[in-house]
């Protein structure tokens, strides 16, 4: 069965710097998350898009910003890159923000930041 | 995370059971997870519990689940030492406040052969 597809899989990019992190959800989905996960932690939320629209917003700097495309792809632009977002950044994809409790990831990206 | 607890490590020999527990604090929460995450690789969703119910069995796996002390546990019967993982439990509170979901810190499960 499709999976969610990340690109790229690593991504290696100095302070200061800007990043794209693109994410293709399962067919058929309409919601996407971003989430990070900092070494030895769990993830956290960054933010959902549902049928192109933002649906929720959790923790996410205001560096970050993020947009669903009419075919449904998400991109997580990044600027200003620091230290501290070395990371590693899942998107997550479901069917539905009201109905679906699956949410099914992708393999993440590795951002690290020197 | 700060609403949701996990222990940190747990080792069993392979063919036990094991047992992963988690506590979450907010009695709002309508769906419970459970996600399995290998080394460098990405966040597999293995079970997940509705919180009407008490109990939800997958093949080898058994989510029990006490609402009154909110209370969850992941059993994994005849453990094998590809279920060496990080396991994740993780909340959410769909419909009222979105879907996204607060995780745990993780559980490391280490197998012995």
């Known amino acids: 069965a499709a999976g969610v597809i990340q690109s790229p899989r690593h991504l290696i990019k100095e302070k200061r710097e800007t990043a794209t992190l693109k994410c293709y959800p399962i067919?058929?989905?309409?919601?996407v998350y971003w989430y990070q996960q900092g070494p030895g932690q769990d993830p956290q939320f960054l933010i959902s898009?549902?049928?192109?629209?933002?649906?929720d917003k959790g923790s996410i700097p205001d560096r970050f910003s993020a947009q669903q495309f009419s075919d449904y792809h998400s991109e997580l632009n990044m600027s200003s890159l620091e230290l501290g977002d070395s990371a590693l950044y899942f998107c997550?994809?479901?069917?539905?923000?009201?109905?679906?409790?699956?949410?099914?990831f992708g393999p993440g990206t590795r951002l690290t930041v020197t | 995370g700060e609403d949701v607890e996990q222990s940190l490590f747990l080792s069993v020999r392979e063919g036990d059971s094991s047992v992963i527990n988690c506590t979450y604090t907010?009695?709002?929460?309508?769906?419970l997870y459970w996600y399995k995450q290998e080394p460098g690789a990405g966040l597999q969703l293995l079970t997940y519990?509705?919180?009407?119910?008490d109990m939800k069995q997958d093949q080898r796996l058994t989510v029990l689940l006490n609402k009154k002390d909110k209370h969850l546990s992941l059993r994994i019967a005849d453990t094998q030492t590809g279920d060496s993982a990080i396991y994740f439990c993780?909340?959410?509170?769909?419909?009222?406040?979105?879907?996204?979901?607060?995780f745990g810190g993780g559980t490391r499960l280490m197998v012995k052969p």
């Open positions: 993780a909340e959410s509170k769909l419909p009222e406040a979105g879907n996204m979901l607060t």
């Open positions: 519990i509705f919180s009407n119910m």
């Open positions: 907010d009695s709002s929460s309508t769906y």
């Open positions: 997550a994809s479901s069917s539905g923000t009201g109905g679906s409790y699956e949410q099914y």
């Open positions: 067919p058929r989905h309409d919601t």
């Open positions: 898009f549902y049928e192109k629209m933002q649906s």
